[in-house]
């Protein structure tokens, strides 16, 4: 049985992915259904195939990311453990489910074929960065220190790519 001490220092399982995922999704959904009724002057017809094209392999980028944070890294055992996961798509992006997640949302503004709706990613973006300084990289800091530190000087925060030297 846990301690009190041990609950205050157990990292929530969830966090804030929850509120960023339905977040993000819900605006998604909403300019995507505005984008066929008000914002028309954004559709490029030309585009349409290039843009179904991109759409599905972000959709299918996000799906492969979060399979390898969730399952592959198996992340909810790092949770559960206290442990800091730095290891498979961790080695290379912070927050990969968040980044999945908003992957899935740009394929399907993409398949939406409207410049208006290319827009959003860089809110996202922007939404994902507040939300991450100010809620679980404090908590992970809080918890890891300085190991913390050195692994956010070397890994992106959201977009996934080889450590920095």
Known sequence: MKTENNRKNQLPVYGVGPLYGF?????S???I????????TGAVSGLKIPFVIFGIAFILGGIAIWISAVILAKIDNGIKTNTLVTHGIYACCRNPI????TFVNIGALLIANNLWLLL????YWAYMTVLMKHTEEKWLYDMFGEEYAAYCKKVNRCIPWWKKK
């Open 23 to 27: 977040g993000i999704s819900a605006v």
């Open 29 to 31: 959904i909403l300019f």
């Open 33 to 40: 259904v505005l984008s066929k009724k008000v914002f028309k």
């Open 98 to 101: 968040y980044t999945a997640v």
């Open 120 to 123: 959003l990613p860089f809110c």
